[in-house]
């Protein structure tokens, strides 16, 4: 079995993608590839996981009618005629997207050539790309059941959403000594993704000194590449050298830092929840206010479960963030039953029932 795989241009898009792939080569032996974009984190990520990988000059698609929206069109026309040779070189059996610009170009490319796709929705409300490509995919699987409500029942399944399989693999003991954590500090996790959140990172550094006060709280701050050098400075103000704050753009290894924590201030994209899902942590979410307010939606299965507590972005202040963590950090009760429900609202088997999908599209194309 041959697959290509996308969803690049985000890690939200990338990571379900390589979760897939990692099912499939355990599972199948199967051979694949992937197409990403070009300048952007793709290639980075990709040659990471010794994924192989062709990159193409895919770029998103701005809101509304402008002169951007007559280059993003161009460039999606360049790019799917990129893609038509790399599919005709590689003959997959089937083409699986996971949402955003490099899967449009990508999954129009497979079906001018009567190739059987397969198109992942990440989020509750299924972005501009999913929505587009929903009436040439052969089979649709999506994270949420609200999501599969706006498609066609008759080729859509709800799997959850792709994990890559180091998040299943690793321990908080493990996780703590890898980062010199005690094993009975209170960590507090703050990530606001790859390239990081303003309003999570200045309510931390405000909160900082208090945090501290609190008994063995350990704060791990991961504060994405755009804020880092000022977080940075202003931490090292605030609080001076302690062991008790760690402060980094990202961490490569992103099992590691979820699964040492007890509690995480954290976005509302799909793909960090589900990660958080799997490890059991209980979220204080912050959805971000943009973006058709998907987040929000995202966040609310988990707050019904009673896995998160949410804040609108406006509310979010250093005083919320320190009154949560005391909270929570005093009733270990509650603590605990928000990371059973994490757990619980998890779908730790979600890369392998797409990959069993693909397998079973890819399977009906030879038999025809």
Known sequence: MRA???????????????????????????????????GRLDSKILTE????HRLIPARPFPYGLSLKSLAALW???????????????FKPDVVFGAGGYVSVAGILAASQLHIPTVCHASDAHPDRANRLLARWAT???????VAAAQFPPEKTTVTGQPVRREFLQTTTEASRAQLGIAPEAFVL?????????????????EALPR?????????????GSLDYEDIARKASEAVGDTPRYQCLAFHEEPWVPIAA?????????????????VLGLPMLIVPYPYAAAHQKLNAAPLVDRGAALVVDNADLT?????DRVSELQADRVKLLAMREAARLASQPDAAERIAAILEEVAKARAET
Do not use: K
């Not at 996981?49 to 192989?52: A, D, G, N, R």
């Not at 990129?82 to 599919?87: A, F, G, H």
């Not at 089979?139 to 059941?145: F, L, N, V």
């Not at 250093?318 to 320190?322: G, S």
């Open 139 to 145: 089979r649709i699987t999506t994270h949420y059941e």
């Open 4 to 38: 290509i795989l996308m969803g690049g241009g985000t890690a939200g898009h990338l990571f379900p993608s390589v979760a897939v792939a990692q099912r499939l080569v355990a599972d199948t032996g199967a051979e694949v590839l992937f197409i990403g974009a070009e």
């Open 75 to 89: 460039a999606l026309w360049q790019s799917a005629r990129r893609c038509l040779p790399i599919l005709r070189e």
């Open 211 to 223: 945090l501290l006060e609190l008994p063995d709280v350990h704060v791990l701050h991961l504060t």
């Open 261 to 277: 924590a007890d509690l995480a201030l954290t976005r509302g994209g799909a793909s960090s929840l589900a990660e958080m899902s």
């Open 49 to 52: 996981h010794h994924l192989p």
């Open 318 to 322: 250093a005083q919320w963030l320190l």
């Open 189 to 205: 996790l703050v990530s606001g993704g790859s390239q990081g959140a303003r309003t999570l990172n200045y309510a931390t550094v």
